[in-house]
C-alpha cells in the first residue's frame, strides 16, 4: 500500500477558529469582529456592513435550535428534579417555576449559538465562504 501524504494546508487557508466562535457568540462578524451577523432576532444579514463578508450563504438551518434545547434541557432537568422531591410543587406551580425560566434561557442562547454555528462554518470554509462549491 502506498503512503498516503498530509500535504499541510497554508498559513492563508487557516482561519482561528476560536476567536471567530467567541465573535459569533457575541453576535458579531466572524470575520472582523466589529459588524453584526443578525439583522433582528435572528435573521442573518446578508453581509457585513463593516467589512463586507459575505454571510447569505450560511447553512446554520436546525443546528442552533437542537443544540440551545439540548443544553437548556440539560441545565434544567437537575432543576426540575430538585424541585420536585424537595418541595413537592403541585403541576401549576412546576410548570412556572421551570417552563418560563427554561423559555428564556432558550431564548438568550438561541442567537448566540446561532452566531457561533455560522462562525464555525466561516472559520473551517463550509457552504460558500471559501471552500469548496460542492457542499
Known sequence: MKD?????ATSQDERDLKPALRRGWKG???NCGSGPIFDGYLKVR??????NQ???HQRADDGPAWATMLIAGHLMAPMMIILFESFRLNPLAMIAVIVIPFV???LWL???IKGAFIAFQW???MHGFGGSSEY
Open 4 to 8: 498516503i501524504q498530509h500535504i499541510p
Open 28 to 30: 458579531r462578524c466572524p
Open 46 to 51: 446578508h453581509d457585513c456592513p463593516v467589512c
Open 54 to 56: 459575505a454571510l447569505y
Open 104 to 106: 428564556l434561557l432558550c
Open 110 to 112: 438561541l442567537p448566540r
Open 123 to 125: 472559520a473551517k470554509r
